[in-house]
């Protein structure tokens, strides 16, 4: 167990559907970083947030959305959902702005139908 | 042409054999560079993290980087079935804010 804890673990919605995915970071630390990972494109960094504030921005699309809450654990909101967005969701933690390694939870493994 | 380019594979070994997996990158600015390893069904799990240019070693684990090359590898000695894994490189840079960049992964496979 990482200590980054992701909710659910499977997700099977259709098209057009909006889901949240839930994640909590390990103890203490502050940052959450949000991960797309499918077949054909690798890990893809979708965004991260620091002690409640948004730090950095990847290639999220305008469906996408995410915040990070007092309690630090952070929810990412998918809407409009398409089929091409079925892939592996991974949020990962870190104590502050690193740039030598995170901390990955499980995944949240989404299927669009 | 992505920043961080990385063979897919599948590379098949026997047990006790060298593997060699390798990264290129065309960012000048990366400083640090990692290699997780993700086990199917898992996050990734950081193995290994390397400050610009230099070797450094842990266990049956070696991670070498040259710059000058734009080229980092990951070696693993006598390597086991426990090994079976995909692995990725990352590199990170502050140039521009915050950021880090994985490559595809390489899935490798350790026959006993």
């Known amino acids: 167990d990482s200590g980054v804890t992701q909710t659910p673990k499977h997700l099977i919605t259709a098209t057009g559907q909006r889901v949240t995915l839930r994640c909590s970071p390990r103890s203490g630390d502050l940052s959450v970083y949000w991960y797309q990972q499918s077949l054909d494109q690798g890990l893809q960094f979708l965004i991260q947030y620091y002690n409640g504030e948004e730090r950095a921005k990847g290639n999220i699309l305008e469906r996408f959305s995410a915040q990070q809450f007092p309690d630090l654990h952070s929810e990412l909101n998918l809407s409009s959902l398409e089929l091409g967005d079925s892939a592996l969701y991974f949020c990962a933690s870190s104590v502050g702005d690193t740039l030598y390694g995170y901390t990955f939870g499980s995944g949240t493994r989404l299927t669009v139908v | 042409q992505k920043e961080v380019e990385q063979d897919p594979g599948p590379l098949s070994v026997p047990e006790g054999a060298i593997v060699s997996l390798n990264c290129t990158y065309s960012?000048?600015?990366?400083?640090?560079f990692m290699w997780y390893r993700q086990y199917s069904r898992k996050g990734p799990e950081l193995l290994m993290y390397t400050y610009s240019s230099g070797n450094k070693e842990d266990g049956r684990f070696t991670a070498q980087v040259d710059k000058s090359s734009k080229y980092i590898s990951l070696f693993i000695r006598d390597s086991q079935p426990s090994d079976s894994a995909t692995y990725l490189c990352?590199?990170?840079?502050?140039?521009?804010?915050?950021?880090?960049?994985f490559g595809a992964g390489t899935r490798l496979f350790v026959k006993a």
């Open positions: 960012n000048s600015a990366f400083q640090y």
């Open positions: 990352a590199m990170s840079s502050n140039t521009g804010g915050f950021k880090t960049i």
